[in-house]
């Protein structure tokens, strides 16, 4: 089966994509001059966004992972929430910014955003790839968000179907195929 097969309809191509990134780290570069900054990328779609984000923020900073669980081998959020793995160190007085691959109905983030304030972090920010904004059920904003999309499916640059397409070096529609 091809890598690529229910997924050849691009929405945002590799070239779009790094100019997007380019532009998202020149701003976070400007807004976080001598701060604390720790990336917090939510496993495992943010990771391909995280790895290209990173290299174009030019300050120091650090990168730590959670990993949630919302999906189950689906399209549709079961609205569940359950962490898999928690942040390896205290953020306590750190500028921390939290980087994730797509903002959709909010569930992962309003349940996210409280636990980490709790912490006592000096800053609490979103940077989303991704904002489905119609998809909302919760009301949760990205303070940096990529690019705003309709309600489709998308896999690629680090979106599954489960888990599937990870590896594309697009945003694809996901179709299924006859
Ligand atoms: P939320 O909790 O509904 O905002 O969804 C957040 C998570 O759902 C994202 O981090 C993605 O992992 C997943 N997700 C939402 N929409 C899509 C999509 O179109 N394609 C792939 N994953 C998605
Ligand atoms: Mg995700």
Redesign the pocket.
């Known amino acids: 089966m091809s890598y690529t097969k229910n997924a050849e309809e691009i929405l945002i191509s590799q070239e779009k994509l790094s100019e997007r990134v380019r532009q998202l780290g020149a701003e976070i570069t400007r807004d976080y001059k001598d701060k604390k900054l720790i990336l917090v990328s939510?496993l495992k779609?943010s990771v391909v966004f995280l790895a290209d984000l990173m290299r174009e923020i030019k300050l120091p900073l650090e990168i730590d992972f959670m990993c949630v669980s919302?999906?189950q081998n689906s399209t549709e959020?079961s609205g569940k929430v359950s962490i898999l793995k928690d942040l390896s160190r205290d953020i306590k007085g750190f500028d921390v910014l939290i980087v994730?691959?797509?903002?959709?109905?909010?569930?992962?983030?309003s349940y996210l955003m409280p636990m980490l304030l709790d912490r006592n972090p000096e800053s609490l920010k979103i940077c989303t790839l991704l904002d489905?904004p119609s998809r909302r059920k919760v009301p949760v904003q990205a303070d940096y968000a990529g690019f705003r999309i309709d309600d489709c499916?998308?896999?690629g640059y680090g979106?599954?179907?489960a888990e599937h397409y990870r590896n594309l070096n697009y945003i694809g529609i996901y179709k299924e195929l006859k």
């Open positions: 939510i779609g919302s999906y959020s994730e691959d797509i903002l959709d109905t909010g569930l992962t983030l489905k499916f998308i896999v979106l599954d179907y």
